[in-house]
Structure formats: C-alpha cells, structure tokens
C-alpha cells in the first residue's frame, strides 16, 4: 500500500488535501495524496512504487498553468518544490524542476547574468516551464536552454541537448511526451548590466499591472496567439470581456485571462473555455488553441 511505502521512508505528504493554494485558480479541489520529494533519489524511489501498485499519478508544478476540472483527483499528485538548488558556473547555471522561474530570473540579475529576464512575468517553476517552452515579451525557453536532464518512462537518467528538445511556440518535444519528467535545467546566459536589468523588469510589471488582471485568481493565458493574431483581441472584438459561467469569468482587463471571480470550480473554467472557442470560431473562422492543461 502506498501511505505504507511513504510512512516507512519517512516521505513527506499529504492525505485527501485541499489544492487550493497549489494551484493559481485557487481551484478547490482535492486529491488522494500529495507528495513532496526531498531529493531526484526520493522521487525515483517514490515513481518505483506508484509504476509497480499502477497507480495514477500526477507531476504538478506551480499549478500556473492547470485546471483542475473535477473536484477531486483520484490519483497521487507529486511536487517537486524542495528540488529547487541552484548552480553557478560561469555562465551555465542548472536549476532544478522544482525551483520558481520567477525567483531565478530575479537571483540571475543578481549575478550579472542575462537572457531569462522574461521569466519574471511567469508564475510558474522550472521544469513544467522548459516542457512547455514558456515565454514572454517574445522571448522563450528555447533561446537560453543548453540542456536538460529528465526521468525516462523506465525511470532512467536522459539528457537532452536544445536541439533534441525541438523547441516550439509553447511547444516542445517534452510537452509532447509527458511520459519523461524534467529534473533540472541547464541555461546558457550572457553577462548584463544589472542596474539595465532591474530596470526592465520594474518597467514591464507596472505594464503588466495596468493591462493584466494580476489581483485576481488566474492562469495566465487561456489560448495560444493564432499566428498574426492576438487570442485576446479576437475574444474582446466577439464581446466577450466580463462573460460568465458559473465562477469563471472573462476579464475586462484582458480578454485572454480567464479569472476565478469568486468560487469557481473547474467544471466552470471548461465550459467558459469551449464557450469561447465556439463563439471565436463562428465569428471569425479561427480555432484558438489552449495554452493550459486540463487534469481529469
């Protein structure tokens, strides 16, 4: 039995928790065991035990980018928040899945290094934003990954190299095969001006404040941009902003967020979502493609 195994090695979880808090919806849902790894040799020994009970399972990052569509996941969800080192040397800097992309785009301006200032504008953590090659200000993942080191299906050590990576527009060969799980990240920067750095940072979030609805609970957002085309633009022109279902609104701020504006549960996310993808489809002949993870 599981909760055996993870008493018996003194692991760290979670019995029928609330994911409130681990997920930027604030979506209420709960799950049959949260766990959380101390180290890589942890978590192989803990995805040993999930594969040979085949039990279901789940690796969560930040839950920046995911909707939880049922109230409950009956399953194991694992998170990687204490595999968050961070390694210098020169400019190569390897952090590991679990460390926030945030926190290390504001740590490498510390060090003088540049090239992940993008970053700062993305809730989420390093391993679940390399497989989905995130980005911001027109800048991703794929200009600064030299290398990453990930879980094979058969729990064996993997390196991938950018190339192998086939990096994408919020795609990447990862993504597409969620069957290898990121352990750590390796960057290759360049040496900045800090003071040049803080700067744009400071610049773009007051931008973001003013045109994003950062104060209320989110996912970022909620479509793909079709190509010379912005999602939300196509969503406001269809009279979209402030539409809901159940909990799950529109933002009038951004038509390409969809916020919690107050007890909203997956299920109300969804439906907004197909709602949106009809209309937009029906009115301008576009298929918008979702940018988040819906988890049944």
Do not use: W
């Not at 785009?105 to 700062?120: C, N, Q, R, T, Y």
């Not at 773009?204 to 633009?233: I, W």
């Amino acid at each position: 039995m599981i909760k055996s195994f993870f008493n018996e090695n003194k692991i760290i979880y979670e019995e029928n928790p609330s994911l409130k808090k681990y997920n930027t919806y604030r979506l209420d849902a709960k799950c049959k065991y949260l766990v959380f790894p101390k180290d890589e040799l942890e978590l192989i020994n803990i995805l040993k035990e999930i594969k040979k009970d085949n039990l279901k399972y789940l690796m969560l990052g930040n839950g920046s980018n995911t909707i939880f569509k049922n109230d409950y996941y009956d399953g194991i969800i694992i998170k990687l928040d204490r595999l968050n080192k961070i390694t210098y040397n020169s400019n190569y800097v390897t952090a590991e899945a679990g460390c926030s992309l945030m926190k290390l785009s504001l740590d490498l301006i510390k060090h003088g290094l540049s090239g992940l200032e993008f970053g700062a504008a993305i809730p989420g953590d390093v391993g679940a934003s390399t497989a989905m090659n995130a980005g911001a200000y027109t800048h991703d993942m794929a200009e600064v990954v030299d290398k990453v080191r990930v879980l094979d299906k058969d729990l064996n050590i993997k390196e991938f190299t950018n190339s192998e990576l086939e990096f994408e527009y919020r795609d990447s060969y990862l993504k597409k095969h969620p069957e290898y799980i990121v352990i750590s990240t390796t960057f290759k920067l360049t040496r900045g001006d800090r003071n040049a750095m803080s700067e744009l940072i400071s610049t773009r979030r007051v931008k973001r404040l003013a045109t994003q609805p950062l104060d209320k609970p989110s996912a970022g957002s909620v479509f793909r941009n079709p190509e010379g085309m912005f999602a939300g633009e196509l969503i406001e022109k269809c009279g979209l902003k402030g539409y809901k279902i159940g909990g799950a609104e529109v933002s009038k701020k951004h038509a390409n967020f969809i916020i919690n504006s107050g007890n909203a549960k997956g299920e109300d996310i969804v439906k907004l979502i197909e709602e949106i993808k009809k209309i937009v489809k029906k009115e301008y002949n576009v298929d918008l493609v979702l940018e988040q993870i819906i988890v049944e």
